[in-house]
């Protein structure tokens, strides 16, 4: 069963990142993710694997799998692993890399001794302790400010006593519980929320073994169809539990939250890019009394833990299976635990060194590097995926030429963006005026189109698939596999009751879309 993680650690960057996206975020939550429900709903078979097995080729599998590697270091990880160390510096004032050392022995203990059991059976369990610490932090925050009647007012006031001269930088966004923002100078352009998220969702959802492998540990598709609801309804808690405190947390304390001298932030949390990312800490450290501030220590070492203990064990099943066991398809079991095992701490130890950088990206936003990490790398999956599904005409030289080109245009970007990191407050931006003019999210949909025409027009140069590569592998040979067939095992109850649940959601994600447009 697919159990919800908030989607484990990454729920707390996006409140981390509350001071400066806030109301953006919920809808990046509310409604883009539900695609993962969608395409369950659907019946359209969602793995790591499939375009290896819709392609007949080990090239397209074995690039997902170091792909999906690659975004395990740069995203999930070392992520995780800085936000995770973060709170409990704030917390507890440990040196920052003592903590990530004394969490990553924890996590590991676990997760290498019982696997994907363990992995799902302590996210079940952690999931009631983070949604009852959530609870209790949201109201106490609430009734600081008066209710959330007065939550725009508190936000728009939290001004930091240190300014930078001659700059705005310091000022809250007038559009901050505005989620459609102007196209082009717009923080988070609205055409970049609502599809190119979309596209980064697709990527999420249907592909990601992290994702994934929940779906696919169900014992029937009903379960997962069903279980996929039930993570849509609790997807939809974070606006409350998640952005909403974020947002307080700078209201009340924005010499710290949203600092923006440098010597005032390198004093508060230690980089000079900002203090964002200490929103929530400091939210808990303030507001909660002694006995419930150890509840919310708590809290977060569970959301960490299970984010982590996830993308060990995807991490490690990738290579093994779809990498190592390539080479040596003879290899034992024992063998490919012990190769499983190494390249989770070779994994580790990268993301690890790759936390100074991370400090300073993005302007030091964890959920904005998030994304815009992701923007670069997993369009050209998200267009491969979906022509895959939709389009019987795809072949394995369209698809495999596709996904190396958005690679190769991708990392372009990635490596000037690191090149030209975004300054500090007041400092002249001096990066070449085409990767500041073309927004990260805009660049993931011109680079899902540039992959789609790539798969589309190689695909119609070279002969088309065999039989076998489409037979049950595509939407519309789905739907005649099943026509052929007696619907014995279908359950019509839970069939009709995960479809009319599934408007229902969507129906209500439009509407508070609308509300806060």
Same mark, same amino acid.
Request: glycine share 6%; net charge positive; charged share 10%.
């Given at each position: 069963m697919y159990c919800w993680r908030w989607p484990g650690f990454l729920s707390l960057c996006t409140c981390l990142q509350g001071g400066e996206s806030n109301i953006y975020i919920a809808g990046r939550l509310l409604l883009a993710d539900q695609v993962m429900s969608v395409c369950l709903l659907f019946q359209i078979v969602t793995m790591p694997e499939y375009l290896g097995r819709r392609f007949g080729g080990e090239r397209i599998r074995t690039y997902l799998s170091v792909?999906?590697? $690659?975004?395990?270091?740069? @995203?999930?990880?070392? %992520?995780?692993?800085?936000?995770?160390?973060?709170?409990?510096?704030?917390?507890?004032?440990?040196?920052?890399?003592?903590?990530?050392?004394?969490?990553?022995?924890? %996590?590991?203990?676990?997760?290498?001794?019982?696997?994907?059991?363990?992995v799902i059976y302590t996210d079940t369990l952690q999931t009631f302790v983070m949604m009852i610490g959530a609870i209790i932090l949201t109201i106490t925050a609430f009734n600081k400010i008066g209710g959330y009647n007065n939550l725009e007012r508190v936000y728009q006031a939290a001004i930091p006593s240190k300014i930078i001269p001659n700059s705005s930088c310091h000022l809250p966004r007038e559009d901050a519980m505005h989620l459609f923002r102007h196209p082009v100078t717009g923080d988070l352009p609205w055409p970049g929320m609502t599809l190119g998220l979309t596209i980064l969702a697709t990527w999420y959802w249907c592909t990601d073994q992290v994702i994934v492998q929940r779906s696919l540990s169900a014992k029937s598709l009903s379960h997962a169809k069903g279980a996929s609801i039930l993570a849509s309804y609790l997807k939809m808690l974070p606006f409350i539990f998640i952005i909403l405190p974020g947002m307080i947390s700078r209201g009340l304390y924005p010499d710290s939250v949203g600092c923006v001298d440098p010597e005032e932030c390198v004093r508060v949390c230690g980089a000079e890019v900002g203090c964002s990312n200490i929103a929530f800490p400091k939210l808990?450290?303030?507001? $909660?009394?002694?006995?419930?501030?150890?509840?919310?220590?708590?809290?977060?070492?569970?959301?960490?833990?299970?984010?982590? @203990?996830?993308?060990?064990?995807?991490?490690?099943?990738?290579?093994?299976?779809?990498?190592?066991?390539?080479?040596?398809?003879?290899a034992s079991e024992r063998e490919l635990l012990l190769v499983g095992r190494i390249v989770t701490v070779i994994l580790v130890v990268i993301s690890v060194v790759w936390i100074p950088i991370l400090q300073s990206a993005s302007s030091g936003q964890l959920y904005v590097y998030i994304?815009?990490? %992701?923007?670069?790398?997993?369009?050209?999956? %998200?267009?491969?995926?979906?022509?895959?599904?939709?389009? @019987?005409? @795809?072949?394995?030289?369209?698809?495999?030429?596709?996904? $190396?080109?958005?690679?190769?245009?991708?990392?372009?970007?990635?490596?000037?963006?690191?090149?030209?990191?975004?300054?500090?407050?007041?400092?002249?931006?001096d990066a070449p005026s085409v990767l500041r003019s073309v927004h990260y999210l805009h660049f993931a949909i011109i680079l899902c189109i540039l992959s789609a025409a790539v798969v589309v027009v190689i695909s119609l140069l070279t002969p088309p698939p065999t039989e076998e590569q489409v037979c049950n592998l595509t939407w519309w040979t789905l739907i005649e596999e099943e026509q052929r067939q007696i619907p014995l095992q279908k359950s019509v109850f839970w069939s009709r009751f995960c479809c009319i649940n599934a408007i229902l959601l969507i129906s209500v994600n439009i509407f508070l879309y609308a509300y806060y447009a």
């Open positions: 792909l999906s590697l $690659m975004l395990s270091v740069f @995203t999930k990880i070392s %992520t995780d692993l800085y936000s995770g160390a973060l709170f409990v510096q704030v917390c507890l004032g440990w040196n920052l890399y003592l903590s990530t050392v004394l969490m990553l022995v924890v %996590t590991a203990l676990y997760t290498i001794a019982g696997g994907l059991a363990a808990v450290i303030e507001l $909660m009394p002694s006995g419930l501030r150890g509840l919310m220590i708590a809290v977060m070492m569970a959301a960490l833990m299970s984010s982590l @203990t996830s993308i060990f064990n995807s991490s490690s099943t990738l290579f093994t299976m779809d990498i190592w066991k390539k080479y040596r398809p003879h994304q815009s990490v %992701t923007s670069y790398l997993a369009p050209p999956v %998200t267009a491969v995926f979906s022509l895959a599904i939709f389009w @019987t005409r @795809t072949n394995e030289q369209g698809a495999f030429w596709g996904l $190396m080109v958005g690679l190769v245009v991708g990392v372009c970007r990635m490596v000037l963006e690191f090149a030209f990191p975004p300054p500090r407050c007041g400092i002249h931006d």
